[in-house]
């Protein structure tokens, strides 16, 4: 089976850094995503990692070690628009590539 | 994403009755993925499903639930007999192969 284990709240100032991890357990992995949703509205894809490393996208970057199982979202100078959950997916080979879904942290930006 | 297009975005329905649900997916995307949530909660995969076939449908629930994508037509997820504990935003996914996945809007489903 495959499980995803992500903080369930975050809460952050406004202007500041946060990093949400995510840890996982799956066979056959094959990358993990990044998702944003707010309030219940679609969530938008945010970020992909397939290989160890950090990838950049604007204010947000994302990190995954294969071998510790391991990612995290880092926002950077964080806007009071960043308040919403945030989802970390994996692709298993061994779901035919499906991505299963973490539940979810919810990001707080305080003024 | 507003490519992957899903109606109705509103469903009532009655206890008993068949509710059914269409999905769009984006243009050259062959990948549909069904999604339910609750309020509160995570998103909870569903089935998986290629043009007419299925990939994977080990979160679809044994009984009343099904799901199909035809060779032509949308994508329908089809729930016979709802019961209360039905209700929830089912959201759809496209994608190509293995690469990232787009959401449409949902669709929030009321059984009354």
């Known amino acids: 089976g495959q499980s995803l284990e992500q903080p369930s709240e975050v809460t952050a100032v406004e202007g500041a850094i946060v990093q949400i991890n995510c840890t996982y357990q799956?066979?056959?992995?094959?990358?993990l995503s990044w998702y944003q949703q707010h309030d219940g509205g679609a969530p938008t894809f945010l970020s992909y990692?397939?290989?160890?490393g950090l990838e950049e996208t604007g204010r947000f970057s994302s990190f995954l070690s294969r071998s510790d199982s391991y990612g995290y979202l880092l926002l950077q100078e964080l806007q009071m628009k960043d308040s919403a959950s945030y989802f970390c997916?994996?692709?298993?080979?061994?779901?035919?590539?499906?991505?299963?879904f973490g539940k979810g942290t919810s990001l707080l930006v305080t003024p | 994403n507003a490519g992957v297009m899903q109606n109705p975005r509103h469903l009532v329905r009655r206890r008993g009755q068949e509710a059914r649900l269409r999905c769009s997916p984006m243009?050259?995307?062959?990948?549909v993925y069904w999604y339910r949530q609750l309020p509160e909660e995570g998103l909870k995969f569903m089935v998986y499903?290629?043009?007419?076939?299925?990939?994977?449908e080990s979160g679809m629930p044994k009984e009343r639930f099904s799901a199909e994508f035809p060779k032509e037509g949308p994508s329908i997820l089809r729930i016979q007999q709802v019961v209360r504990g039905d209700s929830a935003a089912y959201f759809c996914?496209?994608?190509?192969?293995?690469?990232?996945?787009?959401f449409g809007q949902g669709t929030r489903l009321t059984v009354v």
């Open positions: 996914a496209s994608s190509r192969a293995n690469t990232e996945a787009f």
């Open positions: 799956t066979s056959g992995f094959y990358g």
């Open positions: 990692n397939g290989l160890d």
């Open positions: 997916a994996v692709r298993s080979r061994n779901s035919g590539y499906a991505l299963n």
């Open positions: 243009k050259g995307h062959s990948h």
């Open positions: 499903l290629q043009k007419e076939n299925i990939i994977d």
